[in-house]
């Protein structure tokens, strides 16, 4: 793997080089940015794959609850185009599955907006439901708009400043990107993280300490995706299409014998893959067994809901939360910005 990343290293020069010309240009007004008039908050990251945007999303949503919070998301792997709201009849075919998953968890409460050109998005939500608080679910590299407030996430494990320029690392851009956040949040962080080594985090990322923030996943208890009723399982076949399954493998270990049949990140599931997941479950015969899988990929499988096969098999969804340290600190951070003037938006 390391001599891999050495043979990558000088496509990454060019890539980070042609992305920091790309950052410059809009820093001087070469490039043109749209300012969001509204109260926004960007999620995003340098990081490619899972840094657990969408659990932020949602804790900032619920936070946000008396300040008319609206999601505005790309909608990544829809088979749609152009800025749609969400409506009753979506799925994750017309919106995307992350998309599509707020919708379901929110209702009607909290709208739902898909958009490549994200200022599309931003002008759609003021035309149907004005003044509401944006969060934009990744668009932190989206520079043709500005949020009035940029979160970037980076996970413990693998941090920002351990890493380099795609294609020989993960980043997105390089580090001198994080220059324009506000709060850097750590995610995925294991149960207790030491004073010091949060103070050596902060350090390495150049970042004041007091807007640094280290969170951890708690996950809750496993959901029917149809209508199974739970029978405590011998076996656990653990059904994923995300970025990153492994925490959720070594979590469920903890309880149960469990095999992993990982597809690729927003994996749509067809009916060549859930005879494959039939297969698997035959070689369980006789043993109790349940498949899991995560809330993200759930909302995938309704698409095939209709389907007896998919339905006569015991799927549960892993829900998961997400616990701040220094939460009340964040969240008045927050909540001030909110509640304030937009400055960082003038």
């Known amino acids: 793997m390391q001599r891999l990343r050495l043979l990558l290293w000088p496509f990454s020069v060019v890539y980070g080089f042609i992305v920091s010309i790309r950052n410059w240009l809009f820093d001087k007004g070469f490039l043109k940015t749209y300012v969001i008039p509204n109260k926004s908050i960007c999620v995003g990251n340098i990081t490619v794959g899972g840094t657990g945007k969408s659990p932020m999303t949602i804790y900032i949503v619920e936070l946000l609850r008396d300040f008319k919070p ?33 919708r379901l968890r929110f209702g009607k409460e909290v709208p739902v907006v898909v958009a490549e050109e994200r200022k599309l998005g931003v002008e759609l939500l003021n035309q149907q439901v004005p003044d509401s608080t944006i969060v934009l679910d990744d668009a932190f590299q989206h520079r043709k708009v500005k949020a009035g407030l940029q979160l970037v996430l980076t996970t413990f494990d693998r941090p920002i400043f351990n890493d380099h320029p795609f294609p020989a690392g993960n980043l997105r851009e390089t580090r001198r990107g994080l220059k324009r956040a506000d709060v850097v949040v750590v995610t995925k962080c294991p149960e207790i993280v030491e004073g010091t080594t949060k103070t050596l985090f902060a350090q390495k990322l150049h970042f004041p300490a007091e807007k640094v923030f280290f969170t951890k996943v708690v996950y809750g208890d496993l959901r029917p995706v149809f209508s199974a009723f739970w029978e405590e399982p011998e076996t656990v076949l653990l059904v994923t299409g995300i970025a990153n399954p492994l925490p959720l493998k070594q979590h469920l270990e903890k309880q149960y014998k469990v095999e992993l049949m990982d597809f690729p990140d927003h994996h749509v599931f067809t009916t060549a893959d859930l005879q494959r997941i039939h297969q698997k479950v035959a070689t369980f015969a006789g043993r109790r067994f349940a498949i899991v899988t995560t809330e993200k990929d759930a909302v995938r499988l309704l698409g095939l809901a209709e389907t007896e096969e998919v339905q006569s098999l015991p799927w549960f969804y892993q829900r998961m939360s997400l616990e701040i340290d220094r939460k009340e600190a964040f969240n008045n951070l927050l909540l001030k910005y909110v509640t304030g003037t937009n400055e960082r938006s003038r």
């Open 70 to 102: 609206a999601i505005l998301s790309r909608g990544y792997g829809r088979a749609t185009k152009g800025p749609i709201l969400a409506g009753e009849n979506e799925t994750a075919s017309t919106i995307g599955d992350e998309p599509y998953m707020y």
